[in-house]
Nanobody
Framework: QVQLVESGGGSVQAGGSLRLSCVVS????????MSWFRQAPGKEREGVAA???????MYADSVKGRFTISKDSAENTVYLQMDSLKPEDSAVYYC?????????????????????WGQGTQVTVSS
């Protein structure tokens, strides 16, 4: 069973930055499409960003240019650098490990493609 443990959430004012970390255990990050999802109160969980086997990245339109996903294979850790945060970015952020095909993420923003979830970390952005 893969375990994903997030950290780095917190409260910040609009325009500020946070860096989320996700430590993966029992399997290497190279075997999965690694992604971040978020869920705000009363809203569906949505894909935010993903990174595939060769390091190619994908982003939701709402975070392009502000968020950066990366991974450190040696540390088996995935990061989400969040800059220029907005109040609408407030949510619980989840790290996810999903399917790959030929090294590429398969439908990275779909919850159905996720095999393992982290427990989530709260991000609150105040105006």
């Amino acid at each position: 069973q893969v375990q994903l443990v997030e950290s780095g959430g917190g409260s910040v004012q609009a325009g500020g930055s946070l860096r989320l970390s996700c430590v993966v255990s029992r399997y290497s990050v190279k075997y999965f499409c690694m992604s971040w999802f978020r869920q705000a109160p009363g809203k569906e969980r949505e894909g935010v960003a993903a990174i595939d086997g060769d390091g190619s990245t994908m982003y939701a339109d709402s975070v392009k240019g502000r968020f950066t996903i990366s991974k450190d294979s040696a540390e088996n850790t995935v990061y989400l650098q969040m800059d220029s945060l907005k109040p609408e970015d407030s949510a619980v952020y989840y790290c996810a490990a999903g399917d790959k095909y030929a090294g590429r993420c398969v439908d990275w923003s779909a919850q159905s493609a996720v095999r393992f979830w982290g427990q989530g970390t709260q991000v609150t952005v105040s105006s």
